[in-house]
């Protein structure tokens, strides 16, 4: 039965899936528009102040500022909260790099704690023994737009007196309990990068209710200086970290389709998780009990060599790529990268002040285990998400 879906000798991926990244008529205006008038920068230009106001209220929340990109957004938002040489921040060992390096640029310390092993999410119980009288933040990463447990989180941040910078670069549009990922800490940082869900090339955010925070960030995004200054006053030390028109352009448009590629999303990985549910070796990421909007960054599953024939996990991805399906390993263990493991810090931090949490045991088991999809594969068909299994029954049954 199973022998007679697969075709022999034939790609198991029939037609393409949708592409990424997608944009519309309103896209080619509002870039039209920028590039026929002479505003391509902040400084004189409307549009990036607009996308910062509009992304602000489409998370309730009442300031945004657009910026270069989301490593910035993260480091720029560790500044605005008062970050100091030495302190330590908690981020989860298992996380794209920069929810880390942001830490370290700013010569403070991350420390790196485990996650649970069902949902990938940063553990509560981590945070809370990696706590000492140095911690002064928390970044909770909402991975692959699975929310992190914010209740957990924002009352460890209470009782220790913590803040809480969410990293929500793979969360636009997510939600817990219908609050917007974004919403729940002190200041949250985003990413609008190429392979994003709503995308600019290159772009970031930083979203806050505090409103000293979003002036001081104001300031230091811009070279310390206040808006609308012609005579080089430079308040605060700053960088330029400033977003240009043709981002915002971007991102105006982006955010109207934002909401309906994330229902589609939900709906077919809703799909998905069903479809392989019955393929042994395959165990999806576990949704948190109390999102109530997956963005589906990247749809993750723990991969079992076993039930394939011994086939490695970097094998399994190539023969997934080479059947069609758009495939990658996860991220590793931050304290396993290679500049990491040499502590090449550049003299912002010493190795004598990194701690790891008690066990990474998880993390290290999510990162040599993991795979997933891009969230593009998740726009398409039913047809679509039937390949993605066949191509895996492919692969276990005729390696
Ligand atoms: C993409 C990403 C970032 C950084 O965003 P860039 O725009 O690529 O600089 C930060 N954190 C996480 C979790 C990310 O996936």
């Known amino acids: 039965m199973i022998e007679n879906m697969i075709n022999k000798g034939k790609k198991v991926k029939t037609k393409p899936f949708p592409s990424w990244p997608k944009y519309n008529q309103k896209e080619l205006e509002l870039v039209d528009e920028v590039l026929k008038s002479d505003e391509w920068c902040r400084l004189s230009g409307k549009k990036v102040k607009e996308f910062g106001g509009k992304y602000a209220a489409y998370n309730n929340v009442k300031y945004g500022i657009g910026v270069t990109n989301g490593t910035h957004a993260l480091e720029l938002a ?37 996650i649970d092993p069902e949902t990938y999410c940063i553990s509560p119980k981590a945070i809370e023994a990696a706590i000492t009288e140095k911690t002064k933040a928390i970044i909770p990463v909402h991975i692959a737009g699975n929310a992190c447990d914010m209740d957990r989180i924002c009352e460890i941040g209470k009782k220790h007196n913590l803040k809480i910078i969410e990293d929500a670069a793979h969360a636009q549009g997510g939600m817990y309990k219908n609050k917007r990922l974004g919403s729940f800490g002190d200041i949250a940082a985003c990413s609008f990068q190429s392979k994003k869900t709503i995308s600019c090339g290159e772009g970031g955010a930083i979203i806050t209710d505090n409103k000293e925070y979003y002036e001081e960030a ?5 070279v310390g200086r206040p808006e609308g200054d012609r005579v080089y006053e430079h308040t605060v030390l700053g960088s330029n970290f400033r977003m240009n028109e043709f981002q915002a352009a971007l991102l105006l448009g982006q955010l109207d389709n934002l909401d309906n590629m994330n229902q589609k999303r939900e709906e077919n990985a809703a799909i998905l998780d069903e479809l392989l549910k019955g393929v042994e070796g395959i165990t999806s990421q576990k949704r948190s009990k ?30 997934l790529i080479e059947e069609g399906v758009p495939a990658y390993i996860c991220y590793p263990v931050i304290s396993n990268t290679t500049f990491f493991k040499k502590y090449s810090f550049r003299g912002k931090i010493s190795e004598n002040q990194l701690r790891l949490g008690d066990s990474l045991i998880n993390a290290e088991y999510v990162a040599a285990n993991v795979v997933w999809l891009p969230h593009n594969l998740l726009l398409g068909d039913e047809q679509d998400l039937l390949e993605i299994k066949e191509a895996i029954l492919k692969i276990q049954f005729r390696q």
Not at 82 to 109: K, L
């Open 78 to 114: 560790l500044s605005t909260i008062g970050i100091q040489p030495g302190d330590e921040v908690i981020v989860p060992a298992m996380t794209f790099i920069a929810t880390a390096t942001a830490v370290i640029q700013n010569n403070a310390v991350p420390v790196l704690v485990d």
């Open 218 to 222: 104001l300031l230091t995004q811009c």
């Open 290 to 319: 109390d999102c109530t909007i997956n963005t589906h960054y990247m749809y993750m599953f723990t991969y079992d060599p076993q039930y394939f024939n011994g086939l490695s996990r970097k094998d399994f991805v190539d023969r």
